[in-house]
């Protein structure tokens, strides 16, 4: 569905991602798993069409995505679910979702896709008319990834959905994420929780100083000594 193929990337000279190549099958949670300033953030705002590589190829669904502007990826499918929400807290929680379908193609099914996602988020329903900044940190991720569902998404992308959230909560958002992966939609989440996420994930990848450096089935990851020392300090 989803293929990197060589991607570099940065910031004006600096160059953070160094070929990088991943791929996400239909139907699969992938997951980007390394720790602070990896490179997970950029790899993500780059297929979004955030950043444009200097080099490399990402095509989607079999399209050549590389260049294409971020509002245009939208309209293709995929939806980034951004680090640390950033809802418009003075505005309702129906408002914050209603901006989730602004392209003209989300737009004309709202109604029929508010529906869908508010039962999905039964939470988020009964504080439909509450500001978004009044909410708890676990009911604003709830809010995020409902926004994000709000465009239609087929490729929904996820940047540490439970930063900073309690390990209850933490539960709570990727007990989400697999309902959200069983009405079909196609997941790859980036995080330092690498636990919780191998966890949710059929596969992963680690990326260490801007380098995938290994790849393999989640479980097998669980496992990996590299993994095991350097993550999840065992
Ligand atoms: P974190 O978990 O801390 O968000 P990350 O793996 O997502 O980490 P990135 O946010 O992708 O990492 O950052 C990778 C590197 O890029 C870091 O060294 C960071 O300082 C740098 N960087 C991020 N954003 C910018 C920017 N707008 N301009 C310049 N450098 C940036």
Redesign the pocket.
């Known amino acids: 569905m989803l293929r990197l193929e060589g991607i570099h990337a940065?910031?004006?000279a600096?160059t953070?991602l160094h070929d990088v190549s991943l791929d996400v099958q239909a139907g699969e949670v992938v997951t980007i798993v390394?720790?602070?300033?990896?490179?997970?953030?950029?790899?993500l705002?780059t297929i979004a069409g955030l950043i444009k590589p200097t080099a490399g190829r990402i095509t989607f669904e079999g399209q050549d995505i590389t260049r294409l502007p971020a509002h245009e990826v939208v309209d293709l499918g995929i939806t980034l679910i951004p680090?640390g929400r950033q809802l418009f807290a003075d505005m309702t929680v129906h408002e914050n979702l209603l901006m989730g379908a602004y392209r003209a193609q989300a737009r004309a099914k709202q109604k029929d896709t508010l529906d869908h996602v508010l039962s999905l988020f039964p939470r988020v329903r009964e504080r439909l008319n509450q500001s978004a900044g009044s909410l708890s940190g676990g009911e604003q991720q709830m809010v995020a990834i409902a926004r994000g569902m709000m465009a239609r998404p087929r490729l929904l992308m996820f940047?540490?959905p439970s930063l900073g959230l309690a390990p209850i909560v933490v539960q709570q958002v990727f007990d989400v994420i697999d309902t959200i992966v069983k009405t079909g939609a196609t997941v790859l989440i980036?995080e330092?929780n690498v636990f919780h996420t191998l966890k949710a994930a059929d596969r992963g990848y680690v990326?260490e100083n801007?380098e995938i450096v290994l790849s393999d089935s989640s479980d097998a990851l669980l496992t990996n000594d590299h993994v095991r020392q350097a993550y999840l300090g065992i």
């Open positions: 940065g910031y004006g600096t953070i390394g720790a602070n300033g990896a490179g997970k953030t950029t790899t705002r680090e940047d540490e980036v330092q990326l801007g």
